[in-house]
């Protein structure tokens, strides 16, 4: 596509619920990252994928946080028993190759609401 | 750990007059430094300064980077109410994922 595409747009959930997000990157794009923001924050690294090599995990906050990646297209970050604290905006980006080279290209975010 | 410090972090002002954002890095192996702009939700990127390419300018945005002070500048001039949006500062290093800063909030008065 032509950018970035997140769905759902928004989403509220309620506590201990798993939810889901997806991201569609640029066709092309080899390299795919998913980020947090919380109110007032900036952007936390959650997981980066590149191509078929093992994807870097260093910034999953706990091991209810996961994320695949179907070769370079979709992308899927899932939340398992989701806390109030987990309620952010989830933004996901894609850049051709590994390197941010003109900036990734970042998708219009899922805001997650956990009540 | 990479880390970007952003200052200030909320800054008020009037139509017309100049500002300038702050960005300090620390990162292992520095590849780039870029600014975004996030009006809403996705961050637009505004432009990305390397070794080779410290000064970058477009129309009333520009910046530089000083690779000695571990620094970068964001100066607009002549701002307008559509300039308000937050700013980010991220670095590239040999990680290959970008470390933002917290961002500056700017609002700009009429």
């Known amino acids: 596509g032509a950018g970035v595409s997140q769905s759902p747009s928004n989403k509220v959930t309620e506590k201990g619920k798993d939810v889901e997000l997806r991201c569609d990157p640029i066709s092309g794009h080899t390299a795919l990252y998913w980020y947090r923001q919380r109110l007032g924050q900036g952007l936390e690294f959650l997981i980066y994928?590149?191509?078929?090599?093992?994807?870097?995990k260093s910034g999953l906050p706990s091991d209810r946080f996961s994320a695949e990646r179907t070769g370079e297209s979709v992308s899927t970050l899932t939340i398992q028993r989701t806390q109030q604290e987990d309620s952010a905006v989830y933004l996901c980006?894609?850049?051709?190759?590994?390197?941010?080279?003109?900036?990734?290209?970042f998708g219009s975010g899922t805001r997650l609401t956990v009540v | 750990e990479d880390k970007v410090v952003q200052s200030p972090l909320s800054l008020v002002v009037h139509e017309g007059d100049t500002v300038t954002l702050n960005c300090s890095y620390e990162v292992t192996n520095f590849r780039s430094l870029l600014w975004y702009k996030q009006e809403k939700k996705a961050p637009t990127f505004l432009f990305m300064l390397t070794s080779s390419g410290i000064e970058k300018k477009s129309g009333r945005l520009s910046s530089i980077l000083d690779k000695k002070e571990l620094s970068s500048i964001l100066n607009i001039t002549a701002t307008q109410t559509g300039d308000s949006a937050i700013y980010l500062c991220?670095?590239?290093?040999?990680?290959?994922?970008?470390?933002f800063g917290k961002g500056t909030k700017l609002t700009v008065n009429p």
């Open positions: 994928f590149q191509g078929n090599s093992a994807p870097d």
């Open positions: 980006a894609s850049s051709l190759l590994g390197y941010a080279g003109n900036g990734y290209t």
């Open positions: 991220a670095v590239e290093g040999a990680s290959e994922k970008l470390v």
